[in-house]
């Protein structure tokens, strides 16, 4: 079944060049276990009439604890993979977190992440990595 994804390439000023990881712990909420122990961003579903930016928002407080400004839909991607049943068009959405503002990311959902960390955009994504930031890869995307 085809479902919609939002990815959150969070940036901070503090960290420049890099965007916010965390290593999932959970499956899918329908139970898939594509992605658990994967490196990923923050990210989720998207809810029935919910405003792109706004679940974006929804999903890095629920998850990291602090909250996204700027942000703004960048890319999407058709990300497949048909013996697991999995098939997301994931909407990508870029924004930052002011230090003034906000503190630093907390990881919010400890059953669903190992915690969170800063990682450098243009270095090697660390393995194993979340399928749509491989398609991420894979298409040059820059949240940059």
């Known amino acids: 079944m085809l479902q919609v994804g939002v990815v959150c ?15 999932r712990l959970a499956r899918h909420s329908d139970g898939n276990p594509k992605g658990q122990g ?8 998207l809810e029935f009439g919910e405003d792109i930016i706004t679940a974006a928002q929804r999903e890095v407080r629920e998850e990291c604890g602090v909250s996204l400004h700027n942000a703004a839909l960048s890319a999407t ?8 049943h999995y098939h997301f068009i994931v909407l990508a959405v870029v924004g930052d977190i002011h230090e003034v503002s906000s503190r630093e990311p907390v990881n919010a959902e400890p059953s669903k992440c190992e915690g969170w960390f800063w990682h450098e955009w243009q270095q090697p994504l660390p393995q194993p990595t979340f399928q749509s930031l491989v398609v991420a890869r894979d298409q040059a995307f820059s949240p940059f």
């Open 9 to 23: 390439f969070v940036r901070a000023e503090a960290h420049p060049g890099c965007i916010l990881l965390g290593r």
């Open 77 to 84: 991607f058709n990300v497949i993979d048909a013996p697991s």
């Open 38 to 45: 994967t490196f990923a961003a923050p990210g989720g579903h």
